[in-house]
């Protein structure tokens, strides 16, 4: 089954102690990428990857960070959180190319709150 | 760049009543169009999307929406709205060839239906 999995659903940390999400796909998807969903605001994107290695920045990259050592996994990590952090948090993936499969898949979110 | 709006945060509708949700884009250059689904607690799934063709694109559970290039417009629509309908719904934009990548999202519409 195509999916995106994160991990974990829900966490409640403390201001200042590092943590990372986790995030994997099992469609061999070049493109991956992290959005955070705020009330009135829609997602916003975090930070994306091309491809294995090449990261670039989204509409909020400040006080995250990602890395892309291997093609199916995308972690989030938050060295840092501050309670602004706070926020329910996707990841997705996709294929590229023109006129590929233009689907994007959305993990199942993880919830976060920074206090 | 690309920006989309969602005219209305929130719409309320009676069980087998149509619906119409009413997305608007702007954009320097061709895009593709695509309609997500968030049920509660649950990730963002694809409800339908136009790249090119016939201006009128059915999707699952009965949606579908009308690409108006002129209005830059790409309103959804329901001729009668089931209780499981209940959740938000978000409109995206990408550049043209650009799959399902770069996905521009507006706020989102939150569908409530009232039995």
């Known amino acids: 089954e195509a999916q995106v999995t994160q991990n974990p659903r829900y966490l409640i940390t403390v201001t200042g102690k590092k943590l990372t999400v986790t995030c994997s796909q099992n469609?061999?998807?070049?493109?991956m990428s992290w959005y955070r969903q705020d009330p009135g605001l829609g997602l916003r994107q975090i930070y994306y990857?091309?491809?294995?290695?090449?990261?670039d920045k989204g509409d909020v990259p400040e006080g995250y960070k990602v890395s892309r050592k291997e093609k199916r996994n995308f972690p989030l990590i938050l060295e840092s959180p501050s309670p602004n952090q706070t926020s329910l948090y996707f990841c997705?993936?996709?294929?590229?190319?023109?006129?590929?499969?233009?689907?994007?898949?959305f993990g199942q979110g993880t919830r976060l709150t920074v206090v | 760049a690309q920006s989309v709006t969602q005219l209305d945060s929130q719409v309320p509708v009676f069980e087998e009543a149509p619906v119409e949700l009413r997305c608007n884009y702007s954009?320097?250059?061709?895009?593709?169009l695509f309609w997500y689904v968030q049920y509660p607690n649950q990730g963002l799934q694809l409800l339908l999307k136009?790249?090119?063709?016939?201006?009128l694109v059915k999707g699952i559970n009965g949606f579908e929406a009308e690409f108006n290039k002129s209005q830059t417009s790409f309103h959804l629509r329901k001729p009668s709205v089931h209780i499981s309908d209940t959740a938000e719904y978000f409109c995206?934009?990408?550049?043209f060839g650009a799959g399902s990548y770069q996905l521009t999202f507006g706020k989102g519409t939150k569908l409530s239906v009232i039995p």
């Open positions: 136009y790249l090119s063709g016939s201006t």
């Open positions: 990857s091309m491809n294995v290695e090449v990261t």
């Open positions: 954009s320097s250059v061709s895009v593709y």
């Open positions: 995206a934009v990408s550049p």
């Open positions: 997705a993936s996709s294929s590229i190319g023109l006129y590929s499969n233009t689907e994007a898949f």
């Open positions: 469609m061999n998807h070049e493109y």
